[in-house]
């Protein structure tokens, strides 16, 4: 496949786009040019170390196979209408190989906006407002660390979890030191092969397409601008599926919950996230019954700013395959270590920023399990061992 592919995929994105672009509005004055065109990338390398298994590429070796590149641009034609993109080239082990791709392209329009609250609707693909970091996990600088705590955010299926192509209503309500943010969405998802060899058997050939919509939303509340935040995020879709070549066919339904909750004071910050993802299987020959389970993941995470420059974060994280079964004991997967079944880990790290668009972050992860490894990258998982260390260094620069 050409590297172009996902450009050519969602042109019809981009010229819709690029059509509004070229509408003047007669209801609002336009915005002077340099007022509303906005134009803005990064660039972001990683390194990372593991004493056993492999994440990001041949990590036991050392990899560097750990890259960002994304260039994006907005134009506002006036207080009500936004226009906005990005391209994004990643580079992560086996898992994505940096072909260019539209990581999102909407129409935002606000037709109402006062002191107390607003209302709008979003069309195109767009970020899917999941849990705290999901709409900003695509820019190092906007993460809480160089990798986002894996139980919650798997990076395995990150095209899934990330956007959807389809619309979205937004209405923010703001009473004093209460804010409240309701997001809901529809679309299609991008499944890939990352998606497909983490919910089917990889040796089997699979192949999954979306049934229907993706449906979700996000409740948001935020106390004294932001000390407080408390968050409630959902999402459900379906995908059909073979395997073997058209031999085993089937569904798979998914929920995906996420509860938040986050706590700022001066330098200090608090933050708990619990997901929860009941997975059904019908079909495939009753192949695949072993999978009908609830996914379930959470981290607790400390952040202390030392300085204007500089901070330290303590993490941990604890994921389950089966949230009733913690040490992966019962579940009965054909080739495959109970330690397969869940991870538990313990991060620290430091983050230097020692200018505005320059930053620098090392961290250091001890790991019991291999739940969220990729298939890709560690494709007999027979081989992998339970317990390893990580270490990972990145640098990002962004203007």
């Known amino acids: 496949m050409s590297i172009f592919e996902p450009l050519r995929s969602n042109s019809y994105l981009i010229i819709g786009l690029l059509l509004l672009g070229s509408c003047r509005l007669q209801a609002n004055e336009p915005l002077g040019w340099e007022d509303s065109f906005q134009l803005h990338g990064f660039l972001t390398l990683g390194y990372v170390k593991t004493s056993a298994n492999s994440f990001f590429g041949d990590s036991e070796s050392g990899s560097l196979e750990y890259s960002e590149l994304g260039l994006n641009a907005?134009?506002?034609?006036?207080?009500?209408?936004?226009?906005?993109?990005?391209?994004?080239?990643?580079?992560?082990?086996?898992?994505?190989?940096?072909?260019?791709?539209?990581?999102?392209?909407?129409?935002?329009?606000?037709?109402?906006t006062t002191e107390t609250g607003r209302f709008g609707t979003i069309l195109g693909r767009f970020k899917n407002p999941m849990g705290f970091y999901n709409e900003t996990r695509d820019v190092a600088s906007t993460r809480p660390s160089i990798f986002l705590p894996q139980v919650v955010y798997w990076d395995r299926?990150?095209?899934?979890?990330?956007?959807?192509?389809?619309?979205?209503?937004?209405?923010?309500?703001?009473?004093?030191?209460?804010?409240?943010?309701?997001?809901?969405?529809?679309?299609?998802?991008?499944?890939?092969?990352n998606v497909e060899k983490s919910y089917l058997p990889a040796q089997l050939d699979p192949d999954l397409t979306q049934q229907g919509l993706t449906k979700g939303g996000r409740l948001l509340y935020e106390w004294d601008g932001g000390r407080l935040r408390l968050a409630l995020s959902g999402a459900t879709l379906s995908l059909d599926g073979e395997m073997a070549g058209?031999?085993?066919?089937?569904?798979?339904?998914?929920?995906?919950?996420?509860?938040?909750?986050?706590?700022?004071?001066?330098?200090?910050?608090?933050?708990?996230?619990?997901?929860?993802?009941?997975?059904?299987?019908?079909?495939?020959n009753n192949l695949m019954d072993f999978g009908n389970t609830t996914v379930d993941g959470y981290y607790l995470q400390g952040d202390y700013r030392l300085s204007p420059?500089?901070?330290?974060?303590?993490?941990?994280?604890e994921g389950h395959f089966?949230?009733?079964?913690?040490?992966?004991?019962?579940?009965?997967?054909?080739?495959?270590?109970?330690?397969n079944h869940y991870t538990r880990g313990l991060t620290v790290g430091l983050l230097w920023e020692p200018t505005e668009n320059l930053l620098m972050r090392a961290e250091y992860s001890r790991i019991d399990g291999t739940m969220f490894l990729s298939n890709l990258e560690n494709p007999d998982p027979m081989a992998t061992q339970r317990s390893w260390n990580m270490f990972a260094?990145?640098?990002?620069?962004s203007f």
Request: hydrophobic fraction near 35%; avoid cysteine.
């Open 246 to 284: 058209g031999l085993l066919n089937g569904m798979l339904d998914i929920d995906f919950w996420i509860a938040s909750a986050q706590y700022n004071q001066g330098p200090f910050s608090l933050t708990m996230e619990y997901m929860n993802e009941p997975i059904e299987y019908n079909g495939f």
């Open 393 to 397: 260094f990145l640098i990002s620069y």
């Open 309 to 317: 420059d500089w901070e330290v974060l303590m993490r941990y994280e």
């Open 322 to 339: 089966d949230k009733h079964d913690r040490d992966g004991s019962d579940v009965m997967v054909p080739g495959t270590p109970s330690f």
């Open 157 to 193: 299926v990150r095209n899934m979890v990330f956007a959807n192509d389809g619309g979205m209503l937004y209405a923010n309500m703001y009473r004093g030191l209460h804010s409240f943010y309701l997001n809901l969405f529809a679309g299609k998802t991008p499944i890939d092969e």
């Open 74 to 112: 907005s134009y506002r034609f006036n207080p009500q209408l936004l226009v906005s993109a990005q391209l994004l080239s990643r580079t992560a082990g086996e898992m994505y190989d940096g072909s260019p791709s539209l990581d999102y392209g909407l129409l935002d329009y606000t037709p109402y």
